[in-house]
């Protein structure tokens, strides 16, 4: 009983997620330039954040604010691109992919990367959710 309560209670520091944020950030960042996401679409995927924002993000992780929303959409978006990896062998069809008009119930005749740009958090766990599926899992 005692082993159940602990595990119910937050293990990690403010320093802790703030490190792991900016992990998440570098990685992601890589990973937008990989799929040549331009900054404007990284903002939306990132909760809409400012430009100035978005590039000293990009300049220096760490100084990003952690937020619960923000460590969500690291995560999908960290999701995402490991799911195409495993879908996509190609780093080339994986950007058309995400640029295709794709006509599964998700996307309606809209690209994968037009469901993720609605801005919401959870059009990124839509599409997470989707390729997860996709590949079986």
């Not at 909760?47 to 992780?61: D, E, I, L, M």
């Not at 995402?80 to 119930?105: C, G, H, M, W």
């Not at 989707?130 to 590949?135: S, T, V």
Request: charged share 30%.
């Amino acid at each position: 009983m005692a082993r159940a309560a602990a595990l119910d209670q937050p293990t990690r520091s403010p320093a802790d997620a703030s490190h792991r944020a900016a992990a998440g950030l570098r990685t992601v960042f890589n990973i937008f330039d990989k799929l040549r996401i331009t900054a404007d679409e990284g903002r939306v995927l990132l909760g809409g954040v400012s430009r100035s924002t978005y590039h000293r993000w990009k300049k220096a992780p760490a100084s990003a604010t952690v937020s619960r929303d923000l460590e969500e959409r690291l995560s999908y978006i960290l999701g995402i691109y490991k799911a195409l990896q495993l879908l996509v062998p190609d780093e080339r069809q994986r950007r058309l992919f995400l640029r295709r008009e794709n006509t599964s119930p998700l996307c309606r005749g809209a690209t994968p990367l037009d469901v993720m740009l609605r801005g919401r958090v959870s059009d990124l766990y839509r599409v997470r959710r989707w390729l997860d599926g996709e590949r079986g899992w």
